[in-house]
T-cell receptor
């Protein structure tokens, strides 16, 4: 079974500062993928960044980077230079290489509020 | 523009009145899936499809049906909706089925969501 844990229900950050959203995972698969999604108040799920378990470098996408520590089973999202538009729910998710249902497993999410 | 579309975006209906939520993607993706999102329960998979005419149950398939007659479309059918199916529904697609080894190509892209209320 796979499990994603996001221990921060809510986070506050000042505009233009960096923020780290925590994610730990548990899986017995050797090969897996980790994803972060953003869900603004309008409801849609927006893909942000992907990290493969065998990728040697941490993934980056613009202001988003993924701090991947395989031995600790953590995949924290770092948002640099926060903007007001970053206020949203953020979900960490994973899929394993042997997931029969081919489903993503999601964490419970972290609500980020960016303050001016 | 590459996207996953869902219709309707909002729907209020009554118990027992059959409804269909449509999902379409224009990215030639093989894999499509339906999730529902409920407070405290997160996102749970309802059904998925590996390709045309290939569908299978997810975590919570009871009360739902799907079909995949064309690659781009994956409608979700509620034959007799009940109040416990009130939820936010997402359709998602990816180029290849998750876990088929092509790690960089199985990112799932989500539609905008459908807010369904069953009275």
């Amino acid at each position: 079974a796979q499990k994603i844990t996001q221990t921060q229900p809510g986070m506050f950050v000042q505009e233009k500062e960096a923020v780290t959203l925590d994610c730990t995972y548990d899986t017995s698969d050797q090969s897996y993928g980790l994803f972060w999604y953003k869900q603004p108040s309008s409801g849609e799920m927006i893909f942000l960044i992907y990290q493969g378990s065998y990728d040697e470098q941490n993934a980056t996408e613009g202001r988003y980077s993924l701090n991947f520590q395989k031995a600790r089973k953590s995949a924290n999202l770092v948002i640099s230079a926060s903007q007001l538009g970053d206020s949203a729910m953020y979900f960490c998710a994973m899929r394993g290489s042997h997931t029969g249902r081919r489903a993503l497993t999601f964490g419970s999410g972290t609500r980020l509020q960016v303050q001016p | 523009e590459a996207q996953v579309t869902q219709n309707p975006r909002y729907l209020i209906t009554v118990t027992g009145k059959k409804l269909t939520v449509t999902c379409s993607q224009n990215m030639n993706h093989e894999y499509m899936s339906w999730y529902r999102q409920d407070p405290g329960l997160g996102l749970r998979q309802i059904y998925y499809s590996m390709n045309v005419e290939v569908t299978d149950k997810g975590d919570v398939p009871e009360g739902y049906k799907v079909s995949r007659k064309e690659k781009r479309n994956f409608p979700l059918i509620l034959e007799s909706p009940s109040p416990n199916q009130t939820s936010l529904y997402f359709c998602a697609s990816s180029l290849v089925p998750l876990g088929t080894g092509l790690l960089s190509t199985d990112t799932q892209y989500f539609g905008p969501g459908t807010r369904l209320t069953v009275l």
